[in-house]
Each structure stands twice: as structure tokens, then as C-alpha cells.
């Protein structure tokens, strides 16, 4: 007996589609286990947020992979080692900037000006202004700015009494704030 072409077509497409579906999805869920999750997003995800989040992934590791490629090279040494600027401007990106602090008092209020490097500015900024709220002190405005591998803050402060601030003294909290940024303790 012979089938009908038409219907073993018919279910031969259905269980190819199958097959196909039940391939793609594995192969989706496969990806989805690859890619980090934050614990902020619970929940089930559609599969187009999946693809994006990989997708973004996939892009911020190539940017990652092409900046250190880039380090390397230039630790090398091999692609600059006849252009000098370059040379002298990979370095000084790469050679790390020691804290810095100055710091200008004007009755009640006070201005920090912090230099660090990029990669202890978050840290350092937080503890400096932590430090002051403890002292009585409001934070008015902070600013920052970054250049290579050096970020420059600025925290404006003011007194929350109101009185005069004494800018000398050992135990003052202009002193703790230079210890803490020069690493003395």
C-alpha cells in the first residue's frame, strides 16, 4: 500500500519543525546558562530580553577582550616602539596615580579637591564623604572628572552648625581625611 504523498509530507514538515523548535531551544537555553545574571532581575525572561542580554554580554567581552589585547601590546612594546608620544601616553595611562588630597576652608564651609586613580575613586570618594557626615558636615556638590587613568573630584561641604571650622590640628578631620588618603595610619 502507498501513502498519500500529501499527508506524509504534511507530518514529515511537522516533525522536522519539531525537532527544529525543540533544537533552537535547547541550543537558547544552552546560551542563557553562559551569560551572568544579576540577582536583581527574578523571574522568567522572554527570549528576546535573552538574546539582548547576551548579545550585550557578547559585546561588552569583546570591548573588554580588544582593551586588554591593546594593554598587552603596548607592555610589549612592539607596535609603538618607534613612536615616542605614544609610547610616553600608553604609559602614563597605565601607571597608577597616587591619591592626592588638598583641602580649602572657608568659615563653615569646606572644599576637597581628591585625585585618585579610577580604579579606588569610587572607594576613596565614599569614605571621604562618609568621614565628613560623621564630623556634622552636609555634602553640597560633588563633581568629577575623568582623564586617562586619573579621576578628579571635587566634594563641596558645609558645616551643619554653621560655626567656624578650624582648618589645623591633629585631630581634626582634615587631618583624618589626609591620613586616610595618603594611607597613613
Known sequence: MEQNPISF???????VEKNRRNYMKDLYSKLHSLIPHDSS???AKSLTDQLDEAANYIRKLRIKLDKLKHKRETLKGSHL????????????ELAPVPPQVDIHVSGSSAE???????????FMITEVIRMLQEEGFEILNVSCAVSNNTCFQIIHSQSQA???VPSCGSGTIWERIKKFVNGDD
Not at 81 to 92: D, R
Open 9 to 15: 509530507g504534511a507530518a514529515d514538515r511537522k516533525t
Open 41 to 43: 532581575s527574578l523571574g
Open 81 to 92: 616602539s618607534n613612536n615616542i608620544p605614544e609610547v610616553e601616553e600608553a604609559m602614563s
Open 112 to 122: 576637597i579637591h581628591l585625585i585618585t586613580a579610577t580604579d579606588v575613586s569610587c
Open 162 to 164: 554653621g560655626a567656624w
